[in-house]
C-alpha cells in the first residue's frame, strides 16, 4: 500500500520506518536536511528491542515535490505538532484522492478539531502511540522503551476505515482501537501531564521532580485538575496496553504521597526511557511555540469555560509560554521550585 507520512518527526519517522520494512510504499514529507539524511543514509531505527532493518523511503520537502504516480495514498499519517495542524491539512487537502482516511497521530487535544476545519469530508481517526521515540540525528531513531500500543478512533460520523487497521497492524505494534476519541486523548493527555511541563520550567530531571515533595504535589494536583475536566466533559478516563491509566487516575486520588512519590517515579522511567520530556526539549531547543497550550493549556482553557478550577495547570501553561516567548527568564526559574510554586500561590 502506498502512504503518506506528513510530519517527519520522531514520531512519523518511527512509523514510516516500521510501515516501510513491512513493506509498504511510505513517503515522508519533512524538514531539508531529514529529507537529504534519509536520501543519503536511509532511516535507521536502534534503542529497546528493535532488530531493524535500514530502510529508504521516499522522501520529500514538500507534496508537490513528490511524483504524481505516487500520489494514490491509500492512507495519510499527519503526524505534526498540534499547532501546525491546520497549516498542515491546508497543504494535504488538494492532494488527497477521495476517501483516503487521515491519522493524526499527536500529543495534546485539539487536533482533530481543527483538521476537520480544513478536511471536512475526509474520515479521520484519532491516534495515541504509547511508545517514546527520539532522532538522535536526522534519520537516526531511537526507541526509548520496550514497548507500547498503537491506540486508534474514529473521529466524527464517518465509517471507519477498514485499510487503517489492517495496515497499520502491520507496524508490529499492538493496535488498540476505541469507540470515543476524546476519551482516548484526554486520557493520554493524563500521561503527558506527568513530568512535563514543571521539569521543563525548572530544567530538571523527572526524577528530580518526583524526589521534591512540594514539587511532585504541583504534578499531583495538574494531574487532579485534568480528572475534574474531564470528569466536567462528560469523558471516560481509558487505559492502554500496558498503561492502566484507570488505576493510575485512583492512585492519583487515593494514595498518601510517601507511597504515591516512589510509586510515580517508576511509572514515568518506564514511560519515558532515557529521554527528556518534549516541553524541556523544545525550550532546549529554542523553539518559539509549545505544545504545552494543547496539554495543560486545554486543561485550563476547559476548565474555565466548564466553571472547573484548574489554577495549577493554568500558571504552569503561562510559565511556559512566557519562557518559550521570551517574556520571562528561564533563569529566574532553572533549579528554583520556589520561584515556580510562588507563581502558583503556594
Same mark, same amino acid.
Given at each position: ?177 476505541? +469507540?470515543?476519541? *476524546?476519551?482516548?486523548?484526554? !486520557? ?6 506527568? =513530568?512535563? /511541563? @514543571? ?82 526539549? +523544545?525550550?532546549? *531547543?529554542?523553539?518559539?511555540? !509549545? ?6 493549556? =486545554?486543561? /485550563? @482553557? ?45
Amino acid at each position: 500500500m502506498r502512504v503518506l507520512m506528513f510530519g517527519a518527526g520522531a514520531i512519523g519517522c518511527f512509523l514510516g520506518h516500521r510501515l516501510a520494512e513491512s513493506g509498504h510504499r511510505v513517503t515522508l514529507i519533512g524538514r531539508p536536511v531529514l529529507v537529504a539524511a534519509v536520501r543519503e543514509h536511509g532511516l535507521s531505527l536502534s534503542g529497546k528491542n528493535p532488530a531493524s532493518a535500514v530502510v529508504r523511503p521516499q522522501a520529500a520537502t514538500t507534496i508537490a515535490a513528490t511524483p504524481p504516480e505516487e500520489r494514490n495514498w491509500e492512507l495519510v499519517l499527519l503526524t505534526v505538532k498540534v499547532y501546525d495542524t491546520k497549516e498542515a491539512s491546508r497543504m494535504l487537502a488538494p492532494y488527497l484522492p477521495g476517501g483516503t482516511p487521515v491519522l493524526l497521530v499527536q500529543n495534546g487535544v485539539g487536533g482533530e478539531e481543527l483538521a476537520a476545519q480544513c478536511l471536512p469530508d475526509t474520515p479521520l481517526i484519532s491516534g495515541v502511540l504509547t511508545m517514546s521515540v527520539s532522532m538522535e540525528e536526522p534519520g537516526q531513531l531511537r526507541q526509548e522503551t520496550s514497548s507500547g500500543s498503537l491506540n486508534l478512533a474514529p473521529v466524527g460520523k464517518q465509517p471507519w476505515p477498514a485499510v487503517a487497521e489492517a495496515l497499520l497492524s502491520c507496524t508490529g505494534l499492538r493496535v488498540a482501537l476505541y +469507540d470515543d476519541y *476524546r476519551s482516548m486523548k484526554w !486520557s493520554k493527555l493524563l500521561l503527558n501531564l506527568l =513530568a512535563n /511541563a @514543571v521539569p521543563a520550567i525548572l530544567d530538571i530531571s523527572p526524577g528530580e521532580a518526583y524526589r521534591a515533595p512540594a514539587v511532585f504535589e504541583l504534578e499531583r494536583r495538574a494531574f487532579l485538575e485534568a480528572l475534574a475536566v474531564m470528569s466536567a466533559l462528560g469523558l471516560e478516563v481509558v487505559g492502554f496496553p500496558n498503561y492502566p491509566v484507570k488505576l493510575l487516575a485512583w492512585a492519583m486520588q487515593h494514595m498518601p504521597a510517601p507511597l504515591l512519590r516512589p510509586l510515580m517515579t517508576r511509572v514515568v522511567a518506564s514511560g519515558r526511557g532515557d529521554k527528556k520530556p518534549s516541553l524541556q526539549l +523544545d525550550l532546549t *531547543r529554542g523553539r518559539h511555540q !509549545s505544545e504545552v497550550r494543547y496539554l495543560n493549556g =486545554a486543561v /485550563a @482553557v476547559e476548565g474555565a469555560r466548564l466553571n472547573v478550577q484548574t489554577p495549577v495547570n493554568k500558571a504552569l501553561v503561562e510559565t511556559l509560554l512566557g519562557l518559550v516567548e521570551g517574556r520571562l527568564s528561564w533563569e529566574e526559574y532553572r533549579r528554583r521550585p520556589e520561584k515556580l510554586l510562588a507563581s502558583i500561590g503556594r
